[in-house]
């Protein structure tokens, strides 16, 4: 194997492991996401009817500001990993 050879599967394999570690970030992140939503589905929807009344509608509203919150909470982390590990 040439020099030029074991280079290229070194820096394939770097990379390789980059794309791993981001992959496996994302899936720690939907997980997260999933998780977040049971919880509030489960805290805000009690007993499901035709009609959601105020104080459900106010704690999925809720819900949906606190998801939104932690979906960029968790975003900027993601991207400070990334900046750090560059």
């Known amino acids: 194997m040439s020099d030029f050879d074991s280079l290229g599967s070194s820096s394939g394999d770097k990379e390789l492991q980059e794309f791993?570690?981001?992959e496996k970030q994302?899936?720690?992140v939907n997980a997260q996401i999933h998780e977040f939503n049971e919880?509030?589905?489960d805290?805000?929807?009690g007993k499901p009817s035709s009609k959601l009344d105020s104080a459900t509608e106010t704690c999925l509203a809720n819900c949906v500001d606190r998801f939104i919150d932690t979906s960029l909470l968790i975003t900027q982390r993601f991207a400070q990993l990334l900046q750090k590990n560059q």
């Open 20 to 22: 791993l570690m981001i």
């Open 43 to 45: 805290k805000c929807i």
């Open 26 to 28: 994302k899936a720690q």
């Open 39 to 41: 919880i509030c589905w």
